[in-house]
């Protein structure tokens, strides 16, 4: 089976604090993703990678930046947190060519 | 641009009801259709899948869709459901090596 496991299931931090989301896949995928979900928008795209040391902007990347130094590890990075991040971080993994997108458990993020 | 369209964002069904849940969707390209479900406080599970071939696809859980390309729908059902059916129901769309495109989400209350 897929595993994508997220670094942290809660996460609380402060306002200006630089925030890391890790999120790590063990089936050798080449493509991750990073949404955010919040209750009536549904899922949004943050960022996204199909290689390591690439990526894509999303439909929402504005503060926030990604890393992708190695294939299997896809990090979210909040440069300044602000209250209006907080929300359900969600990361996926999927293989070119198969579209399913395997999903980690969430972070859910609070900034005060 | 791509768009999925869930029009209910809540339905209450009773337990050993038939439940469909609708699913619109506006793409250039050919399709990809997936239906996602997420427990409370967990990640995102695939449920079923349309790449191509036989309009009605059979998932986990019991849940089937049947695509309809003259109404761009793509709507999930089960003949009876289950207290644990309880949960969010996420359509996504995708094309190609391109990431997935969701609804806002439906969710699904099952009373006794």
């Known amino acids: 089976d897929v595993k994508v496991t997220q670094s942290s299931r809660y996460l609380v931090k402060r306002t200006g604090e630089k925030v890391f989301l890790e999120c790590v896949q063990d089936?050798?995928?080449?493509?991750m993703f990073w949404y955010r979900q919040d209750p009536g928008l549904g899922l949004r795209l943050i960022y996204f990678?199909?290689?390591?040391?690439?990526?894509e902007k999303g439909d929402i990347p504005e503060g926030y930046s990604v890393s992708r130094e190695k294939k299997e590890r896809f990090s979210l990075i909040l440069e300044s947190a602000s209250t209006n991040q907080t929300s359900m971080y969600l990361c996926?993994?999927?293989?070119?060519?198969?579209?399913?997108?395997?999903f980690g458990p969430g972070t859910r993020l609070l900034v005060l | 641009a791509q768009s999925v369209t869930q029009p209910d964002i809540h339905i209450t069904v009773s337990e050993g009801a038939s439940l469909e849940l609708r699913c619109n969707y506006s793409?250039?390209?050919?399709?990809?259709l997936f239906w996602y479900v997420q427990s409370p406080g967990q990640g995102l599970q695939l449920l079923l899948k349309?790449?191509?071939?036989?309009?009605l696809v059979q998932g986990i859980k019991g849940f089937e869709a049947e695509f309809k390309r003259s109404q761009s729908s793509f709507n999930l059902r089960k003949p009876s459901v289950h207290w644990s059916d309880a949960a969010e129901y996420f359509c996504?769309?995708?094309?190609?090596?391109?990431?997935?495109?969701f609804g806002k989400g439906t969710r699904l209350s099952v009373i006794a």
């Open positions: 349309y790449f191509s071939g036989d309009t």
């Open positions: 089936m050798d995928h080449e493509n």
């Open positions: 793409y250039g390209a050919t399709p990809y």
């Open positions: 996926a993994s999927s293989v070119p060519g198969v579209e399913t997108q395997y």
């Open positions: 990678s199909y290689d390591v040391k690439m990526k």
């Open positions: 996504a769309v995708n094309s190609g090596n391109t990431p997935l495109v």
